[in-house]
């Protein structure tokens, strides 16, 4: 972490899922289901594949995030079958998403700890994308809003965004340090503002939010946010 100049930060922000909690998972076992559900009418490869497509071209109308998600496994649903899909098993989509959506909290490990020891020595954030709802009670109901001066819920992370985010609390963007486990979105667009972020890879990356080796740069990179304490060696 010899790369960040630690000197001039003064505000710390978070990614949230897979960043400060486990988040992946639920989609997958979702996912997984939703598969289950349309194997007599097509093999699990060409599901999924579909599933995939559907999400990024509806990233546009209705973003990223479990409604998203949803209505992207009905609309699969739907071409997939030809229209014969019938309603229970809609229905059966509609408790997916809703089962997503009470999933418990599960931390990652080291979290609260990490951020009780920067509580106070820095300004912290989260900077969540998804909808608004769902970010805002996943926040609420993990335990650690208490460490966070504020949460910001934005559509998509690019540049544009960080920007108006850095703007409205009078961030400096040299003062800035962005930590999260995407490159695509946690990373790269803040390196392309001018400002300093760390990358913490996660076990499982969503397809649509990793990046070819061209777009790649020089980042730091830990393994885990445990390795963060670190940080406090040089304040």
Same mark, same amino acid.
């Given at each position: 972490?010899?790369?960040?100049?630690?000197?001039?930060?003064?505000?710390?922000?978070?990614?949230?899922?897979?960043?400060?909690?486990?988040?992946?998972?639920?989609?997958?076992?979702?996912?997984?289901?939703?598969?289950?559900?349309?194997?007599?009418?097509?093999?699990?490869?060409?599901?999924?594949?579909?599933?995939?497509?559907?999400?990024?071209?509806?990233?546009?109308?209705?973003?990223?995030?479990?409604?998203?998600? *949803?209505?992207?496994? $009905?609309?699969?649903?739907?071409? %997939?079958?030809? +229209?014969?899909? =019938?309603?229970?098993? @809609?229905?059966? !989509?509609?408790?997916?998403?809703?089962?997503?959506?009470?999933?418990?909290?599960?931390?990652?490990?080291?979290?609260?700890?990490?951020?009780?020891?920067?509580?106070?020595?820095?300004?912290?954030?989260?900077?969540?994308?998804?909808?608004?709802?769902?970010?805002?009670?996943?926040?609420?109901?993990?335990?650690?809003?208490?460490?966070?001066?504020?949460?910001?819920?934005?559509?998509?992370?690019?540049?544009?965004?960080?920007?108006?985010?850095? *703007?409205?609390?009078? $961030?400096?963007?040299?003062?800035? %340090?962005?930590? +999260?486990?995407? =490159?695509?979105?946690? @990373?790269?667009? !803040?390196?392309?503002?001018?400002?300093?972020?760390?990358?913490?890879?996660?076990?499982?990356?969503?397809?649509?939010?990793?990046?070819?080796?061209?777009?790649?740069?020089?980042?730091?990179?830990?393994?885990?946010?445990?390795?963060?304490?670190?940080?406090?060696?040089?304040?």
């Amino acid at each position: 972490m010899d790369k960040i100049n630690w000197q001039n930060v003064k505000t710390i922000a978070f990614d949230a899922d897979d960043t400060l909690w486990r988040n992946e998972e639920i989609f997958r076992a979702a996912q997984d289901d939703f598969i289950r559900l349309l194997l007599d009418y097509h093999s699990e490869e060409y599901i999924l594949s579909h599933l995939s497509e559907i999400q990024v071209r509806n990233l546009a109308t209705f973003g990223y995030g479990i409604k998203g998600f *949803t209505l992207s496994m $009905i609309e699969t649903a739907i071409e %997939l079958t030809e +229209g014969r899909i =019938l309603g229970r098993e @809609i229905h059966e !989509i509609i408790r997916l998403a809703k089962s997503m959506v009470s999933e418990p909290i599960e931390l990652l490990p080291n979290i609260e700890s990490v951020l009780q020891q920067l509580q106070g020595k820095f300004q912290l954030m989260v900077i969540t994308k998804g909808d608004l709802l769902d970010q805002e009670s996943k926040v609420s109901r993990s335990g650690v809003a208490k460490y966070f001066d504020y949460v910001e819920v934005v559509s998509n992370k690019t540049p544009q965004a960080y920007e108006e985010v850095l *703007t409205r609390y009078q $961030i400096q963007k040299s003062e800035f %340090l962005m930590i +999260g486990n995407s =490159l695509r979105s946690d @990373i790269l667009p !803040i390196l392309d503002i001018g400002s300093q972020a760390i990358h913490i890879p996660y076990a499982f990356t969503w397809e649509h939010e990793q990046v070819s080796d061209a777009d790649l740069e020089a980042y730091p990179t830990i393994s885990t946010l445990a390795e963060v304490k670190e940080l406090l060696r040089y304040i």
